[in-house]
């Protein structure tokens, strides 16, 4: 039984692990986690904005997303809930702990009022495309980004 709950200063470690268990993380991530800790313990002071563990029965972290809850003026006004962030440790994925992952986000998200959930994914990855579709989640905008550094 996976139990997801709010993550703790120390689990970030294991966190960032997770963030580079992939081809795309492992060239984006780096080693030092001083700049990591100094971002959770920010995101920890922000109202709406929460960083989520899924832990096994020993109490390791194994899967880990982002969850912000935003408000704004449309779709009448619509709060959403913004997930970011999404693994699942590589010696566990296609064991259904992604779908256990995103019931819990889903509950979170109507818990706070949301009107609907949206994520962002890297274009290159195409397992977790299909993987979303799955969930009823469609692709229905372009997303863009700018590199500021």
């Known amino acids: 039984m996976i139990e997801f709950r709010t993550a703790r200063r120390e689990d970030v470690a294991e966190v960032v692990a997770l963030l580079a268990d992939d081809v795309l993380g492992a060239a ?8 990591y800790l100094a971002a959770f313990d920010h995101m920890a002071g922000e109202a709406g904005n929460t960083l989520i563990v899924g832990t096994d029965a020993a109490g390791g972290v194994i899967a880990t997303y982002q969850i912000t809850f935003i408000i704004g003026l449309s779709l009448r006004a619509a709060r959403r809930a913004q997930i970011e962030s999404v693994r699942v440790a590589g010696s566990m994925r296609g ?26 994914m890297n274009a290159q990855r195409a397992d977790a495309n299909r993987f979303y579709e799955s969930l009823g989640f469609v692709p229905s905008h372009t997303g863009f980004k700018l590199a500021l550094s």
């Open 95 to 120: 064991q259904g702990i992604g779908r256990q992952m995103f019931a819990d986000a889903i509950a979170r998200a109507r818990n706070e009022g949301c009107a609907l959930v949206q994520l962002t």
């Open 28 to 35: 984006r991530e780096a080693g030092d986690l001083a700049p």
